[in-house]
């Protein structure tokens, strides 16, 4: 069955950096869209950013010129770099990744942000 692992969360001060990175384990045919959701403690999760499977991004538009997403289709992972860090970027990040195959999105477990003023 597939997995998906985020890793990379943690505490870091307004201003600082942190990298996010997402591995799939199992086998997963015909990998289209991979992304990024994030939710705050009384607020609704949102799509931070994605990436097609060519290489095409969006990001939401808080997060525009601060995070760039990635991806390794090789390895089957997604990366979410994140600079210039600001407190309400506080949430739970959540690895996605859609099968155009099985036409079914697959979700991480999540992993923690804080950022701190």
């Known amino acids: 069955q597939a997995q998906l692992v985020e890793s990379g969360g943690g505490l870091v001060q307004a201003g600082g950096s942190l990298r996010l990175s997402c591995a799939a384990s199992?086998?997963?045919?015909?990998?289209?869209?991979m992304g990024w959701y994030r939710q705050a403690p009384g607020k609704q999760r949102e799509l931070v950013a994605e990436?097609?499977?060519?290489?095409?991004?969006t990001y939401v538009e808080s997060v525009k010129g601060r995070f760039t997403i990635s991806r390794d289709n090789a390895n089957n992972t997604v990366s979410l770099q994140m600079n210039s860090l600001k407190p309400e970027d506080t949430a739970v990040y959540y690895c996605?990744?859609?099968?155009?195959?099985?036409?079914?999105?697959?979700w991480g477990q999540g992993t923690q942000v804080t950022v701190s003023s």
């Open positions: 996605t990744l859609h099968s155009s195959f099985s036409g079914r999105m697959y």
């Open positions: 199992g086998t997963i045919f015909r990998i289209n869209a």
């Open positions: 990436i097609t499977k060519g290489g095409t991004t």
